[in-house]
């Protein structure tokens, strides 16, 4: 209503006005001399009113944000401009009138063409063509835009997002960039500051750079406007996850969870693939970052038997700060249960043990374990000894038997759905030897004798009678240990005794006679036995004991030997590639088999020559006095070693003889 009442004023107006133009057309066509002089007058007062509205000065406040303007009025503003030598170039706005002839400008704007200068400056105003100054206008210009250099320098800043520098007001009249090292970035104005996309400049995480901020005017030298050393951020890091590389999941896992050393980003950018397969699909997941946590939740069950990639790709932190390099796990899926390990080896196992068989994952509760394992050779009672476990009673089992333990395939797991596919067998065989002690050395220590087979024929092994001679006892203790594992296959007519340690108080002092400082070597009750005896050093006045036999060292040997009655009698010594013999029966015979088995010199008949002093109750000479057994006794290379390995053959065949 009101826009019409108005419309309809206006157009009472017009009316008015065109009738008074027509009454002035026609005095003017009446009176032709009149008017020439009346429009003559017109253009005169009006160019003169424009020359005073020209010379009017005014101030322009130049603004860096673009637009410097003040307003005045301008007649006919095309006609005036600045001269070619100004700083600045004059822009008349707010124009009415034609186009291309406008009568009246409302403002006058300034835009430089140089550099601006901080202070005031006059610029002119003349007519163009003429160059005649008419007027001017006052520029003041601000001091230019100063940038927050705290915003980079000294500042840990985000290599993956552009760098925001503030300023202390817009600028649009220059140009920044951003100088990092040698490279260089052109920065872009926004409100009050500059973004600079640093991003481009593929800096590093965690290191400080040469940095500068430079300014230009057009294409102006650039100045160096701030300079200093900035730091990029620390790269993100993985401070606890639910999930280890390398991970076996017997299980059916849902989720994982990770967390990071700051607050996440919204949208991590996570894949979780299928390895080892062609054209797998990723597996679905959903992933949700809360705080410094991130949760990927599997959206569907991953696949089993097979091997995956859960993929941290581009994770990035609040502050913009990312991994330092995409984080990979690589998992794999179980099948179904499989034997991970059994608790006895493949010898040795007591008679009456219980085995203990674990598997990779637990068996399904439902499973009756009885009805899918069995041993044969030796009986067993199976039953369940816990989630993956199931267990092998022995029912006793003679020495050396050899027996296998059992398991069918079809188990179901207890952690997910799968089924086991392969059988399972082991073998293995009950311990070939027993052990008793025949008596104790001066403090007390066990000495241990060691029985292989039941033959009728003995063959006896000792070592460690010098206690300084450690070596003799850890390969007689090598020997033992093989035939705890080996002894089913010693001729069937053979026993084997071995006592590693006749001289336990010496070996654990590293000294060569025995707690009573009695030279076990020397105490045997032969013809030559001596109190005092010879040694390398010299004498030893009760080297040789107080009486023959006199220590329980010896005398459990002694009685054991008696027991006996051994075929062949083999003690070690160290060190020197020897072998020494009794010269009983066929000692030298036999000492020259093991001998040249093992390649080391005889002393048979120079035993003393070669040792260097005279050897007074030895045991092998007491074998021969009273029992006519040959013995034999080697020099081991040093006196710390198990040359078990290297003497074996020629231990097999003393076995033999
Ligand atoms: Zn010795």
Not at 144 to 149: D, E, G, M
Not at 364 to 382: C, L, M, N, P, Y
Not at 512 to 518: E, K
Not at 531 to 553: K, V, Y
Request: glycine content about 8%; some cysteine; charged content about 20%.
């Amino acid at each position: 209503m009101r826009a019409m009442s108005q419309s309809a004023h206006a157009c009472g107006k017009m009316v008015i006005v065109t009738s008074k133009i027509h009454s002035l057309l026609t005095r003017v066509r009446t009176y032709p001399r009149q008017t020439a002089i009346i429009a003559g007058s017109a253009i005169v007062g009006l160019t003169l009113f424009g020359l005073v509205l020209v010379n009017q000065t005014r101030v322009v406040d130049f603004s860096y944000d673009g637009a410097a303007c003040v307003n005045r009025l301008t007649v006919m503003p095309h006609l005036y401009g600045s001269t070619d030598d100004s700083s600045y170039r004059l822009d008349f706005k707010g124009l009415i009138g034609p186009d291309s002839w406008p009568l009246l400008s409302k403002q006058t704007c300034v835009e430089p063409i140089a550099q601006p200068i901080e202070g005031t400056t006059s610029l002119a105003i003349v007519m163009k063509g003429l160059n005649l100054p008419v007027g001017a206008v006052s520029v003041k210009v601000p001091a230019a835009p100063r940038a927050q250099t705290t915003d980079f320098i000294d500042k840990a800043i985000s290599t993956t997002r552009p760098l925001e520098v503030s300023l202390s007001s817009p600028d649009r009249i220059h140009n920044y960039n951003f100088e990092v090292d040698e490279q260089s970035v052109a920065c872009q104005p926004g409100d009050s500051l500059i973004s600079c996309d640093i991003t481009k400049l593929d800096l590093e995480q965690g290191k400080r750079y040469e940095a500068a901020l430079l300014r230009s005017f057009k294409d102006q030298t650039p100045i160096q406007i701030a300079r200093g050393e900035l730091e990029t951020l620390t790269p993100l890091e993985i401070v606890e996850s639910s999930i280890e590389s390398g991970h076996k999941h017997f299980d059916v896992p849902t989720e994982y969870r990770f967390k990071f050393s700051r607050q996440l980003d919204d949208q991590p950018k996570v894949q979780v693939v299928q390895t080892g397969v062609e054209n797998a699909a990723d597996i679905a997941i959903e992933t949700t970052a809360t705080g410094e946590e991130l949760l990927v939740k599997l959206t569907q069950p991953l696949p089993r038997e097979a091997k995956f990639e859960i993929r941290l790709l581009d994770i990035v932190g609040r502050d913009g700060s990312t991994l330092a390099e995409p984080k990979i796990y690589t998992i794999e899926t179980s099948g179904g249960p499989s034997v991970a390990g059994v608790s006895v080896g493949k010898s040795s196992v007591s008679p009456g043990s219980l085995i203990v068989v674990t598997f990779d994952q637990p068996l399904a509760e439902s499973i009756d374990v009885a009805k899918f394992a069995r041993s044969t050779g030796v009986a067993s009672v199976v039953r369940r000894h816990s989630a993956n476990q199931i267990s092998f009673q022995l029912q006793g089992g003679g020495l050396c038997a050899g027996f296998s333990l059992q398991v069918d395939k079809g188990l179901t797991s207890g952690s997910n759905s799968e089924v086991s596919r392969d059988a399972w067998k082991y073998d293995s065989r009950i311990v070939c030897g027993t052990s008793a002690v025949i008596g104790y050395s001066v403090r007390g220590r066990p000495i241990v004798a060691h029985y292989f087979g039941s033959g009728a024929t003995t063959i006896l092994f000792t070592g460690g009678i010098h206690g300084n001679e450690l070596s003799s006892v850890q390969t007689m203790q090598g020997w033992v240990d093989y035939l705890y594992a080996n002894a089913h296959q010693l001729p069937a007519n053979r026993k084997v005794v071995v006592v590693p340690n006749l001289n336990p108080d010496g070996i654990a002092a590293g000294s060569r006679n025995n707690a009573n400082n009695v030279n076990l070597g020397r105490n045997y009750p032969t013809a030559n036995w001596q109190a005092r005896i010879e040694t390398a050093s010299g004498t030893l006045e009760h080297g040789g004991g107080t009486s023959p036999g006199s220590e329980p060292e010896t005398k459990a040997i002694l009685a054991l030997t008696r027991q006996l009655r051994p075929r062949l009698e083999v003690s070690f010594h160290s060190q020197g590639r020897l072998v020494g013999a009794n010269k009983y029966a066929d000692s030298v015979s036999i000492g020259n088999t093991y001998a040249a088995t093992v390649g080391y010199s005889t002393m048979f008949y120079n035993a003393e020559a070669v040792m260097g002093y005279a050897m007074t109750g030895e045991y092998e000479d007491w074998m021969g006095e009273e029992m006519g057994i040959p013995a034999i006794l080697i020099e081991l290379p040093s006196h710390y070693g198990n040359y078990a390995s290297y003497q074996l053959p020629a231990l097999l065949k003393m076995v033999a003889i």
